[in-house]
């Protein structure tokens, strides 16, 4: 384990650094209140410091309601920061959504029912006026990406759980995104299933080289998976550590892995920095899945 990467020290407004352009995203001072219809107030971020750095799988974990969705709906300007500056790959958040600059997914698969596997992968490409034989070879390099290559032609209700999981990864891909963004994705998937696609995840980033931001309530999945671990604490939400765990190359993280001390020595650390040095083997924070 190493120290955290440094930080560039961008300044939060005016024209974009353009140091920060190989960033994937650099958040600045943010917060975001919600206003109730009473007007009641919930800090749901506040002073939030973030930056992933491009090819970067950096994951977000934290007690429920510490803001980790909210943040990543800013980042994808699924929502907007009553304060503070986001940029991805240097661009404002709403330029970055309408260059398609990342992919998204989230807990639930979201997939169209009515449209076959290969319909829904190739859905943000037919919106985005891609011609029809393009579009057919991307979806075959990705129906194989992601293992399903003999189901092309099967509709979401006639997959499990983990296989339409894969199909909302695919889509994701679709464009080739330098950045994923995804919330909880394997939150639904049993033990094994959700094993295997994480497996899986590093591979397909491996390949694509693509920067993850990646929300989950799970330590071990977030140790297995990421370079770095940021971990949040509810009311008002925001940053209170950052871990580096670095585990080796994705390409090289194989299923042993979560039998090596190393493993679990990032396991401690994540878990020592949510609930203190003394709650490491006693009860979890609620909503942290210590398993
Ligand atoms: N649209 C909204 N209107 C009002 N309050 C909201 C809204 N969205 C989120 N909040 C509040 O903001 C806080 C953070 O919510 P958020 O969904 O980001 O938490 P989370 O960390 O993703 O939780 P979980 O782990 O349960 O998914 C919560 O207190 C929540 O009630
Ligand atoms: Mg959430």
Redesign the pocket.
């Known amino acids: 384990m190493s120290t955290s990467a440094p930080q560039p020290s961008a300044a939060a407004t005016g024209p974009t650094p353009p140091a920060d352009a190989t960033e994937a995203v650099v958040v600045r001072g943010v917060e975001?209140v919600?206003?109730?219809a009473k007007g009641a107030t919930?800090?749901?971020?506040t002073g939030i410091e973030l930056t992933v750095h491009d090819g970067e799988f950096v994951s977000?974990i934290?007690?429920?309601?510490?803001?980790?969705?909210?943040?990543?709906?800013l980042i994808a300007d699924l929502?907007e920061p009553t304060a503070g500056d986001i940029r991805v790959f240097g661009r404002t958040a709403r330029q970055a959504r309408i260059d398609q600059a990342y992919g998204i997914a989230f807990?639930q698969a979201g997939l169209l029912p009515w449209r076959s596997v290969a319909a829904n992968i190739e859905l943000p490409l037919q919106l985005h006026g891609v011609g029809a034989s393009a579009r057919r070879a991307r979806v075959a390099e990705l129906v194989e990406l992601v293992g399903l290559s003999d189901f092309a032609k099967h509709y979401p209700d006639q997959l499990s759980g983990g296989m339409q999981q894969r199909v909302a990864i695919a889509r994701s891909l679709a464009e080739s995104p330098r950045l994923l963004l995804m919330?909880?994705p394997f939150g639904a998937l049993d033990e094994m299933t959700r094993e295997r696609m994480q497996t899986e995840l590093l591979r397909i980033r491996a390949e694509t080289g693509a920067a993850v931001v990646f929300?989950t309530?799970s330590i071990p999945e977030a140790v297995y998976l990421s370079d770095r671990v940021v971990v949040?604490s509810?009311?008002p939400?925001r940053i209170t550590d950052e871990i580096d765990v670095r585990l080796g190359e994705a390409a090289e993280r194989g299923e042993d892995l979560r039998e090596d001390t190393a493993f679990f020595e990032g396991v401690t650390a994540v878990r020592e920095a949510l609930h203190g040095p003394q709650a490491s083997s006693a009860g979890a924070a609620r909503?942290v899945d210590v398993r």
């Not at 919930?42 to 971020?45: H, I, Q, S």
């Open positions: 975001r919600f206003t109730g919930v800090t749901a971020l977000l934290g007690p429920s309601g510490c803001g980790k969705s909210t943040l990543l709906r929502d807990q919330d909880e929300v309530h949040m509810p009311r939400g909503g």
